[in-house]
């Protein structure tokens, strides 16, 4: 099963994949003449980082801040440390190269992503008091997709707990590494603690994840800078090996098998979609419940997500990994167990149980992220009635079974199931993003010529 899940996501992640992805992410990068790549960045902290205590001005259910950190949920945890870690054994260093590559012209990308959510969300008031929109709303109300959309919604909230997996398969393998815990024990309280998460709604979703997710964001973030601290003569030599080996086949050394660029390129793109979701659609779920006084201003999440998941954290997991040397020195070690190794043999035994932890906190977040996205495709489907209240309910247990039953299939498979959906995601999000660019540009216009002009 394993080997024919890896083919059809090889496939579909083949070259083809990489074209569209980048090709798209740059020609939006244009067409915004860059300002959501390295134009106007003061203007874009200002409106992300710089309003992180601030509730808000327009309607909507959640804080911008909120918002984005339910996004950031889905986007920063396990994909940038055993996402980061898989790339580097199956494409080489290179990969981080143009994982870079990816988050930069991405960050256009979910930018478009974040203007759809925020101009097709709809509000309903009978069976939860929320704003929301995904991709079923946007292929309805944009395309006029009835059909289509009512088929996707279903595929999503059917399909899409399962790349849960990934995330207990992490907390699971980290836990037992570091403390030798369990593993039933661990999926238990995981999955008690997501059930009464979820329970809450929209509301206790944002309120934890805004306090949890930068925290832990900032401890890991410094946890890493401290490996490259005690490694800081490693630093350049690493940098210029994942530029040099992003155009250059690695020969294998020690562990390390080698790779070539094609290699680099496929792992680099894949791994790092899903560590930034820039063209899988999620941007529009989560900020369409955002306050703000127009779509554009929210989106300058584009960049400010992008940025402090694929530049910052990416990064800080990638150089650990790479000056570490256990990339080599390991080689039968992949995905977030790699990480964990690189800060065990800095910190010791103290780093390892650091890693566990933020781990299984990254983990967490991110299971209770993608929660909500699922939940939208079910609020779609049954609409603003009683129904939707009841099936949302009863689909809190049928979205935990994969994180509960499935952690222990082997980590190759499950990269390759979740490669495949992220595939799907992305060939409906390109389709939004073509059929409703001429929207997409005209509110951008109207936000910097006329709704802040001279600015």
């Given at each position: 099963m394993g080997a024919f899940l890896t083919s059809i996501a090889d496939f579909m992640w083949g070259t083809w994949m990489t074209v569209l992805l980048l090709g798209m992410g740059i020609y939006l990068s244009i067409r915004f003449k860059f300002m959501y790549n390295f134009r106007r960045i003061g203007f874009h902290f200002k409106n992300t980082y710089g309003k992180m205590l601030k509730k808000g001005e327009g309607t909507g259910s959640v804080s911008g801040f909120a918002a984005a950190c339910t996004a950031m949920a889905n986007t920063i945890g396990v994909g940038n440390i055993g996402g980061v870690a898989t790339a580097i054994v199956s494409g080489g260093p290179g990969a981080i190269f143009w994982m870079w590559v990816s988050g930069l012209f991405g960050m256009s990308t979910k930018a478009c992503e974040i203007i759809l959510g925020q101009r097709y969300r709809v509000k309903y008031n009978e069976s939860m008091d929320e704003y929301m929109c995904d991709r079923s709303f946007v292929m309805k109300n944009a395309l006029g997709w009835k059909t289509g959309a009512l088929l996707l919604g279903v595929a999503c909230f059917v399909l899409g707990p399962w790349t849960c997996s990934v995330q207990s398969e992490a907390v699971t393998s980290s836990l037992f590494e570091a403390f030798h815990i369990d593993t039933r024990l661990t999926i238990i309280v995981l999955g008690v603690s997501c059930f009464i998460t979820i329970f809450g709604g929209l509301k206790r979703i944002s309120a934890i994840m805004e306090r949890v997710v930068p925290f832990m964001a900032m401890l890991y973030i410094l946890g890493g800078i401290g490996i490259l601290v005690t490694h800081y003569d490693a630093i350049i030599p690493a940098l210029t090996l994942i530029v040099k080996s992003a155009f250059t086949p690695m020969a294998g050394i020690g562990g390390f098998a080698g790779a070539s660029v094609k290699e680099a390129v496929r792992f680099g793109i894949a791994r790092g979609l899903y560590s930034n979701d820039a063209g899988t659609g999620y941007g529009i779920i989560a900020h369409a419940s955002a306050k703000t006084d127009h779509p554009v201003r929210q989106s300058s999440w584009g960049w400010g997500e992008v940025f402090l998941d694929t530049i910052v954290v990416c990064s800080v997991t990638a150089l650990s990994i790479i000056v570490t040397n256990v990339y080599i020195d390991y080689p039968k070690t992949t995905s977030a167990q790699l990480t964990t190794v690189a800060f065990k043999t800095t910190f010791g035994r103290y780093g390892g149980y650091f890693m566990a932890i933020a781990i299984a906190v990254f983990a967490w977040t991110t299971i209770i992220?993608?929660?909500?996205?699922?939940?939208?495709?079910?609020?779609?489907?049954?609409?603003?009635?009683?129904?939707?209240?009841?099936?949302?309910?009863?689909?809190?247990?049928?979205?935990?079974?994969?994180?509960?039953?499935?952690?222990?299939?082997?980590?190759?498979?499950?990269?390759?199931?979740?490669?495949?959906?992220?595939?799907?995601?992305?060939?409906?999000?390109?389709?939004?993003?073509?059929?409703?660019?001429?929207?997409?540009?005209?509110?951008f216009n109207d936000f910097w010529y006329r709704y802040l002009p001279g600015k």
């Open positions: 992220g993608m929660y909500y996205s699922c939940e939208k495709s079910v609020n779609y489907v049954f609409g603003d009635t009683f129904a939707n209240k009841v099936a949302t309910r009863i689909y809190m247990i049928y979205y935990l079974i994969p994180c509960v039953l499935f952690y222990n299939v082997e980590a190759t498979s499950l990269w390759a199931m979740t490669d495949i959906l992220s595939a799907v995601y992305v060939i409906m999000t390109m389709i939004f993003i073509v059929m409703k660019h001429n929207e997409i540009m005209r509110l």
